[in-house]
DNA sequence: GTCTATAATTCGATAGAC
DNA sequence: GTCTATCGAATTATAGAC
């Protein structure tokens, strides 16, 4: 192990302890009272250190929502290896962002704003986060193309990107969801995902083909929603 | 007129020249720039002063959104007076909002951002801007109920809420909308409205009842999206 | 060069005098 | 209603330690 080795390890522990510090305060208080003081004060260092490893205040935030990603994949790993069934798919894949994001659901209105900024660099629709959320959309991928379902063609293509969409309007109502332990949301989503496979079918019907073309012809105006072909695989593991 | 009255029209008038002043800082270097000492400053009072008219920052800024509203509403006054069918009250009205947005584009993702926010009492969906947020609704509703379409019972009730809300899919549209002079958008209506129609359209099949009955059922979860029923004119003009 | 601490700045918001 | 302090918190600048 190099010197440089050894070094980003300590400053990687440290980026993580700044970011175990500042959880407990936000949950605690919410957005407002994590201060960058409190945080740095807990987590041994001075507030100009915390600033070394995060650029700002919203930047600790993403750190969270990236954290949850991470979880959110592993749990859908293990989902999508014992179930083949689309429909059971997607429903445990979304309810499983669900379950691991209830812990958190006080300050999701938090992370949420950050979100909701266009133009901001921490945006998820944003260029800048584009690694993070193709993470995300590739799950989505993923529970359809290991299912046993086939759309048509055109339809094929655009599949991820919607499928996402749906997720995410999920995470939508979840954040305005004021009901004890969010109940609603786990009744939207048991009706919402039949009804998606409704449109799915529909899609099928050769009747509609015609406007579904026309529909899909919308999506081509919003690019974070094509997911990039993956390269050749020169990444490694 | 009383001392109260003239007390109010001062009051009044302190409070649009605060608007007046924080608009241009604002057009200027977006929401960080315009701080609450420049807009004193340049409408020619103290910060704490400033205070006295607007609670918070962000008050001012859903001050802003409030002047759009209204001059929505005026706009749309005269189109839905002169236009009968449907699909043109429904595209030149929804036009109509982004016209008058236009020339706040740039700022409009911190507008948005207030707005995003579930637990914000200045945002849309909350409880506490029902009052502006039903104004807006009502242009929709009087968009279908001035038009010579109509639509299955289940639906009626639905609809202006769908409306409304597919308005601010526009809104959001527009917000992401990085184009010259947002022109996206501008495609985004033409190409949309038409499916909105469809869409309605397709809900007078009678094959597709039931599933129309499970959709609308799913808008019950959302408060929001109800019109109050108007009470009997008690109120004045 | 890679971190960390301290001091200075800026700005939203508030308290209390007039 | 309006002003004059001030507070507290996010940043930023800078200088020094490892």
Redesign the interface.
């Known amino acids: 192990m190099t010197a440089t080795d050894a070094k980003l390890k300590k400053a990687e522990r440290t980026r993580q302890r700044i970011l175990d510090a500042a959880l407990p305060l936000m949950l605690d208080g919410g957005y407002e009272k994590m201060t960058m003081r409190a945080i740095a004060k807990e987590a041994g260092l001075s507030p100009g250190a915390a600033y070394y490893y995060f650029e700002t205040k919203e930047h600790i935030i993403n750190a969270f929502y990236e954290r949850t990603i991470i979880e959110h994949e592993q749990a859908c790993r293990k989902i999508l290896d014992e179930e083949r069934n689309f429909a059971k798919r997607l429903r445990r894949c979304v309810t499983a962002q669900i379950e691991i994001s209830r812990p958190y659901h006080e300050i999701s209105?938090?992370l949420?704003?950050v979100?909701?900024?266009?133009?901001?660099p921490l945006s998820p629709?944003n260029e800048a986060s584009r690694t993070v959320r193709e993470r995300s959309m590739a799950i989505f991928a993923e529970i359809y193309r290991g299912s046993r379902s086939r759309v048509p063609k055109p339809l094929d293509a655009y599949l991820p990107g919607l499928l996402w969409l749906y997720h995410m309007g999920i995470v939508l109502?979840w954040?305005?969801d004021k009901t004890e332990n969010q109940s609603?949301t786990d009744?939207?989503i048991e009706?919402?995902v039949p009804?998606v496979i409704?449109l799915i079918r529909l899609a099928k019907v050769p009747g509609f083909s015609r406007?579904l073309k026309?529909?899909l012809?919308?999506l081509d105006?919003f690019t974070w929603l094509k997911l990039a072909t993956p390269k050749a695989s020169t990444d490694k593991k």
């Open positions: 209105a938090d949420f704003r979100a909701a900024d266009p133009n901001h629709f109502f954040v305005h609603k009744r939207f009706r919402t009804l409704n406007a026309a529909t012809q919308l105006d």
